[in-house]
């Protein structure tokens, strides 16, 4: 369900294989420009910050010129050594460790991580004062750890446990029950499964498969739904691991694992500009030019017409529409 593979198999051909250094964040980010932010969260579209070479040094910088700024990370916390952890400790606000299960269950969906290199971590991290909050995707194989993985995260020191309700199963509009888990190779190697129990489903689920029994098709309500745009609600932007800022990170998916309408629509956007992606990059122009410029004025906003369906992007429809599966993630229950 992660665009970095396809479906847990090959790699996604698509994706540049890239990382942000401190030498950029310096570029990008100014002090001047550091004093006016509230909040920097590093949570990867397609990786984790865990893997980039500078992340603590990044984060240091941060903190140096803004001593009030929330940064926050997102991880799946399998990977560094424990004076990595020791040291983020220190500088950062929030860490969410991303573990949706109990000892070898965390495998099944963090593929190729280590129980014991997260539980490493966490204690590291915790040991050195730093702030937690465990994030836990329920899925039909570790829904029965939920209730134990909470005790767990109390014993630990965690200062939050998050149930998530995964809105990946969504294909077409349309809730799956199961989703294949590809061999590298081709082939299936297992499947993952919505949980059975429902205070642990996505009620926005229900909300569309009600869309049918009103005689709409999913794609009607993409091109028809109100947007209510997270990124201005927030006063958001998304700078991608390659330096290019978007309003979002799900404008920012552009590096599609399959062939993706949704991040099509986006390319063509981008190749409407003078410059193409170039003109969002913020190695080479200043934020706030890249925000008054014709992308995030125009070609966006475009995206959200309802009287003309042709130009809407289908992800803010998806992600910013009426029926918000994203937030009801954090939500219990069913309707
Ligand atoms: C793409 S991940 C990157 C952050 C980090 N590498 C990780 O794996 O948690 C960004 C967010 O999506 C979440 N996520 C990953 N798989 C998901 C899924 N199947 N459904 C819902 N959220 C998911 C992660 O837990 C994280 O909060
Ligand atoms: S998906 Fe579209 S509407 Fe939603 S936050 Fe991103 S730009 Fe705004």
Redesign the pocket.
């Known amino acids: 369900m992660c665009p970095r593979t396809r479906a847990g198999g090959a790699p996604n051909p698509n994706l540049p294989l890239v990382e942000l250094r401190l030498t950029d964040f310096q570029t990008m980010f100014p002090p001047e420009l550091l004093g006016r932010l509230k909040q920097f969260l590093f949570c990867g579209n397609y990786g984790d910050a865990l893997t980039a070479r500078d992340t603590l040094a990044i984060c240091e910088y941060l903190r140096a010129h803004n001593p009030k700024l929330k940064i926050k990370l997102v991880t799946n916390g399998s990977g560094r050594d424990a004076a990595f952890w020791s040291q983020l400790a220190k500088v950062v606000t929030t860490v969410t460790f991303a573990i949706d299960g109990l000892g070898e269950t965390n495998q099944i969906y963090r593929r190729r991580t280590s129980w014991k290199r997260v539980m490493e971590s966490v204690r590291a991290y915790l040991a050195a004062g730093g702030r937690a909050e465990w994030d836990f995707l329920v899925f039909r194989h570790n829904q029965h750890q939920v209730a134990e993985a909470e005790a767990l995260a109390q014993e630990l020191g965690f200062a939050k446990f998050n149930v998530k309700r995964s809105q990946r199963f969504l294909v077409e509009g349309q809730p799956a029950e199961r989703f294949p888990v590809l061999r590298a190779q081709g082939g299936i190697e297992y499947y993952l499964e919505q949980p059975t129990l429902p205070d642990y489903q996505n009620s926005g689920f229900v909300k569309l498969s009600s869309l049918h029994k009103r005689g709409q098709s999913y794609s009607d309500y993409l091109s028809s739904t109100r947007?209510?745009?997270?990124?201005?609600?927030?006063e958001?932007i998304?700078v991608s691991a390659t330096g290019h800022v978007?309003?979002?990170?799900?404008?920012g998916q552009i590096y599609d694992s399959w062939p993706s309408p949704m991040a099509q629509e986006i390319r063509a956007r981008i190749a409407e500009l003078a410059d193409g992606l170039d003109a969002l990059d913020l190695r080479r122009h200043r934020l706030s030019d890249i925000i008054d410029g014709p992308f995030f004025q125009e070609l966006?906003v475009r995206?959200?017409n309802p009287d003309a369906p042709q130009g809407r992007?289908s992800?803010?429809?998806?992600?910013?529409g009426e029926i918000d599966t994203h937030s009801r993630q954090w939500e219990a229950g069913s309707v």
Do not use: E, H, T
């Open positions: 947007i209510s745009c997270k990124a201005v609600r927030d958001q998304y978007f309003p979002c990170c799900w404008l966006v995206g959200w992007l992800a803010c429809g998806r992600m910013c």
